[in-house]
């Protein structure tokens, strides 16, 4: 009788899904839900062949060689940022991720963010619950026309393609993106959006967000410079990764007002924030959360457990990477 695979399920979750895993598979779980340091996941990775893994474990070349029996990780999450692809390809170990689970629900968050920002909503709470709000004013709190405004989109993937749709159709806004390959005519045509170049995009847009995947490429592609050439009216939403955006010079061109505001959802070297972050009144931060609906972050830990289940059992994985 053959032994059943090993896997690893690196983070907790939903119990249903350890169930169905434990049909198929020897699975070792991370009930207390801590994070593992490199040394701790490598430890806990011996003689597993299989892993499910979140934004928060790094698989490189130092983890491979650590771990020679690893075949497959499975990330919850369509980012895979902590994956290195090419020593994961060099080492025959597949690399797998969760798209278009999370592609409507991201985008209504994305879309929540950047109208909490335009419209002061954290910083109008604070000062309520401050008790500081003895009267009514009309220029109390005036934020940014949300309707009819430009939206920019920097990342034109599944997730930018709903925050098109969503602006031009519900918010009659005009749609201006940059994308490292432009859309088809058709695409473009469904979102009502149309392509700029980037110094276009950042000078134009009244609510600039970035939904683009992070790389070396990407990192820092929000700095000084390019705030710079932003609207001082203007808001900057991240729901894309941490180091997309340079956090302290964000901070520092809030407090100056160089842009009107901004939402964060992602963060440089999260959980920890930018402490420059978290004394400016006109950001709004959320803890990683644009994805987090009950239904959608159980489609997405299926969808990971689907694509171990199918490796193992058919040879190939349902959304691989590599």
């Known amino acids: 009788m053959t032994s059943r695979p090993a896997i690893l399920i690196a983070r907790a979750v939903f119990p249903e899904v350890v169930a169905r895993l434990r049909e198929h598979f020897e699975v070792e779980t991370n009930d207390l839900d801590a994070p593992f340091t490199p040394v701790e996941l490598a430890q806990r990775l011996q003689g597993k062949q299989g892993a499910m893994t979140t934004g928060s474990e790094r698989i490189d070349a130092a983890l491979l060689a650590a771990c ?13 940022n902590n994956f290195d692809v ?37 910083e109008s709470e604070h000062f ?3 008790g500081l709000w003895n009267r009514w004013a009309l220029d109390m709190f005036a934020g940014a ?5 430009i939206l920019g989109i920097l990342g034109m993937g599944r997730i930018g393609q709903a925050i098109a749709r969503r602006g031009a159709h519900g918010f009659g806004m005009k749609v201006i993106y940059h994308n490292r390959s432009r859309l088809d005519a058709a695409t473009e045509a469904e979102c009502q959006a149309s392509y700029v170049s980037k110094d276009q995009l950042l000078a134009q847009a009244d609510h600039l967000i970035l939904v683009v995947p992070y790389s070396a490429e990407s990192h820092h592609a929000i700095g000084a410079a390019e705030i710079a050439q932003m609207k001082p009216t203007a808001t900057l939403v991240n729901i894309a990764r941490g180091g997309i955006v ?9 407090r100056e007002k160089r842009i009107a505001a901004a939402g964060l959802d992602v963060f440089e070297g999260e959980p920890k ?11 709004v931060l959320t803890p990683h959360i644009a994805s ?8 997405m830990a299926d969808l990971a457990a689907d694509n171990l289940i199918a490796f193992f059992t058919r040879g190939e994985a349902l959304t691989p990477l590599n």
């Not at 340079?246 to 809030?254: H, I, R, Y």
Request: charged content about 15%; hydrophobic content about 50%.
């Open 145 to 149: 026309e949300v309707h009819g405004s």
């Open 68 to 80: 020679p029996e690893l075949r497959i990780a499975a990330n919850i999450a369509v980012g895979y």
């Open 292 to 299: 987090a609906t009950l239904k959608t972050r159980r489609a």
């Open 246 to 254: 340079d956090d302290a010079a964000l901070a520092v061109a809030l």
């Open 86 to 122: 090419p020593a994961m390809t060099a080492a025959g170990v597949l690399a797998t991720n969760t798209p278009d689970v999370l592609t409507e629900t991201t985008a209504d968050f994305g879309f929540a963010l950047l109208m909490a920002t335009a419209r002061r909503v954290t």
């Open 273 to 283: 924030v930018h402490p420059d972050l978290l004394t400016v009144p006109n950001v």
């Open 128 to 130: 309520l619950r401050a």
